[in-house]
């Protein structure tokens, strides 16, 4: 049967310069990618040193995870100047020579934008503090009254995303107990207040700085929680958990519960559009720049908003992230996302890993619900197999790889890095670890530094053999010297996948689909391509076709379970 879904390259006729409706974008975090100085955290040189590697593997851009200055309370998601880089991972300098390096080797680079809030070191925060409540220092963020006789509660219910209130109440410049502000994160990330003037000005300026440095994008951070409802009222999420209990970056109700909740009244309001489209008349100044939503909004026709043609280029596609390794609803999110983005005339986009959720080669083996942010320790309740979490990563990937549209990668994933579980506490450094008194473990497994050389000091993440994060005695084998050239390594497959998708333009593809495998598998046909993913429990009969790709080894002319086969005629 072929599919009625829109072709979303249909608008893009092939050679035209949309680079980002087809790119595969590799996102570094930097804490954790190489670290050039040997002081245990990653750094721009580090980063620089090892883009070949990248441009080898054969993706077409890279994301870089925040660097800015910042006391790196949320991993650098606090930022304190959005001008200049942090000590601890270089300098301006340092940053212009990745750029080049980086374009040099037909790689582009998108950076992080971090507009919701700042960090509580910002010079404007500094200020507001130091101001009297009721000033314009005041007014570029969310301070409000308490509620109560004497001011002495939070002035509405809201809960932070990482656990507790989303409120701290501040002491005034005269000593006494004064207002409080809102933070939908960590208190030391004070949102900003979107409705006035000076902080639209100052983010276009910001968007310039960069711009003018070069970057050819941004992904916007939070980019649905900027507008807030007038008048903050009270929300009480639904018994499901909804988006304040859910997730630690503010999943829609919608996502986890496929209810009809209502929306919260600090997620996906109609006047974040408005920026978008301020920021859109900003990089159409300059040529083949990009934004990409991070937006936790479901279902994808409701996020198709975001990138609607005056808006950003992309949206995150987290409800594929979301979905289980399940034939018939993998089928179903690829259907419902191709239409709702291709709805509006903008690409598809693909992720299964970044550093916010558990890595899919432990996540898709989890045997119990965990909720997304909540991450994973000792003591989570349904430990994955880590072979079996491994060979559904794999074919979760290859399936992904040869989707029409845009694909996003999370370093570490194309060595199959498992979600590190058994981190001691004391390491711990996520707020959702802190602020939920150990309740949540978070995110810090998904964010261990990752492996170079097998037999290297801190596995070649640096010379000196610390890491800011402790890296597990048994990960020689995932180090990427480990896998290179071995035939049915990970590293090989993603090469071997990104190298096909490229060769037959897969990005600029379509899905028809393929009917008769029996409802655990997802087939389909892409330029010419035919691929199959078994997500049952029993082998399937291959179709005719010389095998272009497998995610693991094959039966003969059978494809077993958990496994991914690219076919051509
Ligand atoms: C989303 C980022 O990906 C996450 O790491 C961060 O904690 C929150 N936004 C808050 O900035």
């Known amino acids: 049967m072929t599919s009625d879904i829109p072709d979303p390259s249909r608008a893009t006729p092939e050679g035209a310069s949309d680079?980002?409706?087809?790119?595969?974008?590799?996102?570094?975090?930097?804490?954790?990618?190489?670290?050039?100085?040997?002081?245990?955290?990653?750094?721009?040189?580090?980063?620089?040193?090892?883009?070949?590697?990248?441009?080898?593997?054969?993706?077409?851009?890279?994301?870089?995870?925040?660097?800015?200055?910042?006391?790196?309370?949320?991993?650098?998601?606090?930022?304190?100047?959005?001008?200049?880089?942090?000590?601890?991972?270089?300098?301006?300098?340092?940053?212009?020579?990745?750029?080049?390096?980086?374009?040099?080797?037909?790689?582009?680079?998108?950076?992080?934008?971090?507009?919701?809030?700042?960090?509580?070191?910002?010079?404007?925060?500094?200020?507001?503090?130091?101001?009297?409540?009721?000033?314009?220092?005041?007014?570029?963020?969310?301070?409000?009254?308490?509620?109560?006789?004497?001011?002495?509660?939070?002035?509405?219910?809201?809960?932070?995303?990482?656990?507790?209130?989303?409120?701290?109440?501040?002491?005034?410049?005269?000593g006494t107990p004064g207002q409080w502000y809102l933070h939908l994160f960590d208190s030391s990330q004070p949102d900003f207040d979107w409705r006035n003037p000076r902080v639209r000005e100052q983010f276009r300026d910001i968007l310039r700085f960069w711009l003018d440095r070069g970057v050819d994008g941004f992904r916007v951070d939070v980019a649905h929680g900027m507008i807030k409802v007038e008048g903050l009222p009270d929300y009480t999420p639904p018994a499901n958990g909804g988006s304040m209990g859910g997730g630690a970056v503010g999943l829609e109700p919608d996502i986890e519960s496929g209810a009809d909740d209502p929306t919260p009244p600090f997620w996906a309001q109609e006047g974040v559009h408005e920026i978008y489209r301020d920021w859109r008349l900003v990089l159409d100044e300059y040529d083949e720049r990009i934004l990409v939503a991070e937006a936790w909004v479901d279902p994808p026709a409701k996020l198709a908003r975001w990138v609607r043609p005056d808006e950003m280029h992309q949206a995150f596609n987290f409800a594929y992230l979301a979905t289980p390794w399940s034939g018939p609803e993998l089928r179903a999110v690829i259907d419902t996302s191709i239409a709702a983005f291709g709805g509006v005339d903008a690409p598809s986009t693909w992720v299964l890993s970044n550093h916010d959720v558990v890595r899919h080669a432990s996540r898709l083996a989890l045997t119990a619900e965990n909720p997304q942010g909540h991450g994973i320790g000792p003591d989570s309740p349904g430990q994955p197999v880590r072979e079996l979490g491994l060979a559904r990563a794999r074919a979760a990937t290859a399936l992904m790889l040869a989707l029409p549209g845009s694909a996003y990668l999370y370093q570490g994933e194309e060595l199959g890095l498992p979600e590190v579980i058994d981190l001691p506490d004391a390491s711990r450094l996520d707020p959702t670890w802190f602020r939920t008194n150990g309740e949540r473990y978070g995110r810090d497994g998904c964010r261990v530094p990752i492996p170079w050389e097998a037999d290297a000091p801190a596995y070649g993440f640096n010379a000196t053999g610390t890491s800011w994060l402790p890296q597990p005695d048994d990960w020689a084998p995932y180090a990427r010297d480990s896998q290179a050239g071995v035939d049915g390594s990970t590293l090989e497959l993603y090469r071997a996948a990104l190298a096909a998708r490229k060769a037959h333009d897969l990005g600029l593809g379509s899905v028809e689909w393929l009917d008769g495998f029996g409802e655990h598998v997802v087939a389909f046909r892409n330029r010419g391509l035919t691929v199959v993913a078994n997500t049952g429990e029993d082998a399937v009969d291959l179709p005719a076709g010389t095998v272009a790709l497998a995610s693991g080894p094959l039966d003969s002319r059978s494809l077993p379970a958990d496994t991914t086969v690219w076919l051509t005629s």
Do not use: M
Request: glycine share 10%; proline share 8%.
């Open 19 to 174: 680079w980002w409706r087809h790119a595969v974008i590799y996102q570094v975090y930097p804490r954790s990618f190489a670290d050039a100085t040997g002081d245990g955290v990653g750094d721009l040189r580090g980063i620089t040193a090892r883009l070949p590697s990248l441009a080898e593997l054969g993706v077409d851009a890279v994301w870089l995870s925040p660097f800015y200055v910042s006391p790196q309370n949320d991993g650098g998601y606090d930022v304190a100047d959005y001008c200049d880089v942090d000590p601890a991972f270089g300098t301006l300098d340092d940053f212009a020579a990745l750029e080049n390096v980086a374009h040099d080797l037909g790689l582009k680079v998108i950076v992080d934008l971090v507009p919701n809030h700042s960090s509580s070191e910002h010079v404007w925060f500094r200020e507001a503090l130091a101001s009297a409540p009721g000033s314009p220092e005041r007014a570029r963020y969310l301070f409000r009254d308490g509620s109560g006789p004497d001011g002495e509660l939070p002035p509405n219910n809201w809960q932070s995303v990482f656990g507790g209130p989303a409120w701290t109440r501040v002491t005034e410049p005269d």
